[in-house]
């Protein structure tokens, strides 16, 4: 038998419950992180978490995201059924025969045995189901088994359950006093402990093939008897199973097969799911129906089989699917009149009050409807007939309706249609004229409003302005482009919204204008105005076509808000003031609430039990203040109706728990970190992602949500939706991850502390430190002490060579001189000629000793000083200078005490020195020399100045003393400078670096 996928009516009823039931439902698909969209069966543990069996394995919901589970363990087959075992508080799963004890802690997992059956037992249909705490296995037709969680096994215990071996039972339950309730294919009997009996009857094997029962709060039976390949039958008893009824039940939408799964208990209602059925029990007309009735086909939200309700600790309902997880909670603040057939085609065009109870619904060409909505809601369809039984004939305009006032003090009901028409209805009397007045020019009556004086004011599609004075129509005023919308405001004025010219600001009595506003710098957002409402006595709310204004009407300064402000979406439609000042609007994405005082928005979506908009027939773009308090908003299709005062319930902020601690790619079993306190990483594992939630499903997005990283950072910081966070490269130390929630009045929850260790490597601990440095402190003193001993060597070695120089060399050179003076006392015979010899031999030794004396002067380290070279070239100075007769001065900075030079720097000092005071004996004929030397900074300046003969420096010089000055000042690093010119001396400057 063929059985078609049935028009997705569970998103409808999850969405649309049409009288004082509304379920609110959010749907879970593989997008969201689902291993698919076959969901088969949900449980949650005692820590919070919801667990989800699908045919593509088993994961872990925390309220923010699905984590499938990777046990090696498990075959890779669908997870059919899981329950929470008593004791243990294990989970306990079926993959179609094979049952195992899951570890929810540690995901560690044990095989679970079957008594009595063996390679057979596959043959056989199987169920666990869970009563008052046991678990049974039902083998459908052949046994029932009971789960003994010490030994991991289901086995036969006939002193807790028997039944006759020819029973073929099907399901059990417990019943109130204590009897355990077993159906088979013959009928119903019951197991009494007491007496350890079964016991049964020929009235409770009345009915043949039952599949499924179920004993509700009332002890009636609800009993599904089925053959083979047939739709089946659903049966109500009474407490002692008797008063047998047959149930009716409505055939899902487009089906032709069905099949009961189970039944369930909840708010007072026992619902019914399965195979193409998802349905209430309706006490009043005693059968099984669907809880809308629609046709609305959806195709993306198909679903065929419901195969598991759950209820969790919230009293939450989780509906399994085969196309994905869903949640359901009942609310009693949100009611829909949901009926697209009311106007057919036709739009809903306008909401108005009608008397104390009921709701007027206009129509663009489907006249008017009125609900009756303090109790259930109820469709008044005698008042259209009424008001349009003497609508003019072949007139349809009066059909076309843009706007319906009733004016509080007569009762007069005004409807403002197409082409200028206007009804005028009198309840009381009950009699309807229909108007055409001439100076409306065949224009829109797009808005009617009553004066807070009584006066009746009608604005045009032309953006013209009329008052009702007595029994004709006058001229006010021409705003110049269409009146979109007209509110009586304090002080005698009247606001007027247009669709193009701003915000005007009239007179009552007179008419004229006193202010108008339009966009600008520091105006409007936009010129094009949707909605006005009164907000206090100083302040108007004006809905553009982009964003969201408040003028304060005493300062006459205008606030714009955006998304950036807060404001949940820039397209605002609807607005609605409510009995406490709080400004209700609608947007594209929904609706929201403004706190006028605090300058906050709060955004109300589907969580709050209020449906989506996804398409432009559901965008709520009228609204209306009832005369309960309660606010009316209407698309072109539907009408919802929300009590205000019901969504100011502050959740508690609620306690934080971590989730999921991800190191790299692999998850840490965070069930084993809280039962440490802590955790510690080494100093390479410093990337990792932390996971957390509330565990609380039903206030989740009520909250904020805040952490903070003590030891990195001092504050706390706004979590992201997806309530995880990230750290990277964290240095080693001790760190605290902090946690806490805040509802909406600014409380915070306590805080979840979670404390992290990041152990340093080797390489930064202060012992490894600490032998770095000694290890660098000992190379620098075996450095120092190498360098102290080749300085050692060196200076000894300059001893050695000065010592032997002067010894050797220069005993030598002294004995040639002596020789030679003596020779030069006993010459005889040529005289002369031997004489110039000797001279010359003398000479040239007495030179030698001389340059030999300066090497070994140079040599020796004791002169290193500059104070010692200094000297020296005071020496030198005298020695070549006063021979000649040539007075010399020299000066001397008093710095030069603790200056040492190498033995190459002083060398070439003295050199230059040298050669420059030899150049001043040969060539200046001075009689006078001025000698500086001078420290400063890190440089020493030498200065030589005579009053000889000096000389043209621009021209090329014979001889190599100024080229070997050159020379050794490169040597040095320095610079040389010659000043001359002939008759006025000459400057020599040198400067060279320390």
């Not at 007939?385 to 706007?403: A, E, V």
């Not at 190191?663 to 039962?675: E, G, H, Q």
């Not at 190498?786 to 060196?794: A, K």
Request: hydrophobic share 40%; aromatic share 12%.
């Amino acid at each position: 038998m063929a059985s078609k996928r049935f028009i997705p009516y569970l998103i409808l009823v999850l969405t649309f419950l049409p009288l004082l039931i509304v379920a609110k439902a959010i749907s879970f698909t593989r997008v969201d992180g689902l291993a698919n969209n076959f969901v088969n069966t949900v449980v949650q543990t005692d820590d919070g978490y919801i667990w989800v069996g699908t045919s593509n394995g088993i994961l872990r919901y925390d309220g923010v995201r699905f984590r499938r589970l990777i046990i090696p363990e498990l075959p890779e087959i669908p997870v059919d059924q899981l329950l929470l075992t008593q004791e243990s508080k294990s989970i306990l799963l079926r993959l179609e025969h094979k049952l195992f004890l899951l570890n929810p802690k540690n995901n560690k997992i044990q095989n679970i045995t079957i008594d009595r059956y063996g390679d057979d037992f596959q043959r056989y249909q199987i169920r666990i189901i869970q009563q008052k705490g046991q678990i049974f296995l039902i083998i459908h037709g052949r046994d029932i088994l009971m789960f003994n969680e010490a030994k991991r096994k289901f086995e036969s215990n006939k002193s807790s359950i028997d039944f006759p071996s020819d029973w073929k039972p099907t399901w059990v339950q417990y019943g109130k006093n204590g009897k355990i309730w077993i159906s088979g294919l013959q009928g119903m009997g019951y197991f009494d402990p007491a007496d350890k009996t079964f016991h049964t009857s020929s009235k409770l094997c009345a009915l043949k093939n039952i599949t499924r029962f179920f004993i509700d709060s009332k002890s009636r039976f609800f009993v599904y008897t089925k053959m083979r390949h047939t739709n089946g039958s659903v049966y109500l008893f009474g407490p002692k199973y008797d008063q047998q009824r047959l149930i009716g039940f409505q055939s899902p939408m487009g089906s032709n097969y069905h099949d009961f799964y189970d039944f369930f208990e909840y708010r007072n209602a026992t619902w019914a799911y399965g195979l193409d059925i998802f349905h209430q029990f309706n006490e009043n007309r005693l059968e099984f129906t669907q809880p809308l009735s629609c046709n609305i086909k959806n195709p993306a939200a198909q679903i065929n089989k419901v195969a598991q309700v759950y209820v969790d600790r919230d009293n939450i309902l989780w509906v399994a699917t085969d196309n994905g997880l869903y949640m359901m909670s009942v609310e009693d603040n949100i009611r829909y009149i949901f009926e697209p057939k009311l106007f057919g085609n036709a739009g809903i065009s306008d909401l108005a009050i009608w008397g104390s109870d009921q709701i007027l619904v206009s129509s663009w060409g489907e006249q008017i409807a009125a609900y009756e909505y303090n109790s259930d809601i109820i469709s008044n369809d005698a008042i259209r007939k009424i008001i349009f039984k003497g609508t003019p004939l072949q007139d349809s305009n009066f059909n076309y309706i843009w706007t319906t006032t009733q004016d509080p003090r007569s009762g007069n009901l005004w409807i403002g249609c197409r082409s200028g028409r206007l009804i005028l209805f009198d309840p009381k009397t009950q009699i309807a004229q229909f108007l055409v007045p001439k100076i409306f020019e065949e224009q829109s009556v797009r808005q009617i409003a009553i004066g807070n004086d009584g006066s009746v004011w009608f604005g045009l599609d032309n953006g013209k302005v009329f008052k009702k004075e007595k029994d004709r129509f006058t001229l006010v005023n021409d705003l110049g482009s269409a009146i979109s919308c007209i509110r009586p405001g304090y002080n005698n004025t009247l606001w007027i919204g247009t669709s193009g010219s701003g915000l005007f600001a009239l007179s009552v009595a007179s008419g004229k204008v006193t202010r108008r506003y339009t966009s600008g710098i520091n105006g409007l957002t936009s010129s094009k105005i949707r909605n006005i409402a009164i907000v206090g006595n100083h302040q108007i709310a004006i809905a553009g076509y982009s964003g969201l204004d408040i003028l304060d009407i005493s300062a006459g300064h205008i606030t714009q808000y955006d998304t950036k402000a807060g404001l949940p979406q820039n397209i605002v439609m609807a607005l609605v003031t409510d009995n406490r000042g709080m400004l209700w609007m609608t947007t594209a994405t929904g609706i929201c609430r403004f706190d006028p005082n605090k300058k906050e928005f709060r955004s109300f979506d589907n969580r709050y039990s209020l449906m989506n908009m996804p398409n432009a027939a559901n965008l709520l773009i009228h609204g209306i203040k009832l005369q309960n308090g309660t606010i009316a908003f209407g698309s072109d299709r539907n009408i919802l109706i929300v009590d205000p005062t019901k969504f100011d319930n502050i959740a508690n902020p609620k306690k934080m728990y971590i989730t999921d601690f991800k190191l790299f790619d692999n998850y840490l079993s965070v069930d084993s970190l809280v039962k440490l306190g802590s955790v510690t990483l080494e100093h390479w594992q410093n990337f990792f992602t932390i996971s957390y939630s509330t565990l609380s499903y039903k206030d989740q997005g009520n909250l904020k949500y805040y952490y903070r990283l003590q030891g990195a950072s001092s504050k706390w910081i706004q979590c992201e939706p997806q309530l995880t966070t990230n750290f990277a490269s964290l240095s080693p130390g001790q760190y605290v991850f902090m946690l806490r929630s805040q509802n909406q009045e600014g409380q915070f929850s306590p805080i979840t502390k979670f404390p992290i260790t990041i152990r340093p490597a080797f390489y930064q601990s202060w012992w490894f430190l600490s032998i770095v440095v000694f290890v660098i402190l000992l190379g620098f003193y075996i450095l120092h002490r190498y360098r102290l001993h080749r300085l050692m060597e060196v200076h000894s070695l300059r001893e050695k060579v000065a010592r032997d120089l002067h010894d050797d060399v220069g005993s030598t050179l002294t004995s040639i001189h002596i020789l030679s003076e003596v020779a030069k006392k006993n010459l005889s015979d040529e005289q002369h000629v031997v004489q110039s010899f000797l001279d010359r031999i003398g000479k040239n030794s007495s030179q030698m000793m001389q340059a030999m004396d300066d090497i070994v002067w140079s040599i020796k380290p004791d002169n290193d000083l500059l104070q010692k070279i200094v000297a020296r070239m005071r020496e030198y100075a005298t020695s070549i200078l006063d021979p000649l007769m040539i007075q010399s001065t020299f000066t001397i900075d008093g710095n030069i005490r603790h200056i040492i030079l190498d033995m190459e720097q002083r060398r070439n000092l003295f050199l230059i020195y040298k050669e420059a005071l030899n150049n001043i004996t040969k060539y200046a004929a001075a009689t006078k020399v001025d000698i500086s030397i001078r420290v400063e900074a890190a440089y020493i300046d030498l200065l030589i100045k005579d009053n000889g003969r000096g000389f043209d420096t621009s021209k090329p010089h014979s001889g190599n003393g100024l080229f070997n000055m050159e020379q050794r000042v490169k040597a040095l690093g320095g610079t040389l400078k010659i000043s001359s010119s002939a008759h006025l001396g000459t400057i020599i400057w040198l400067t060279i670096r320390i």
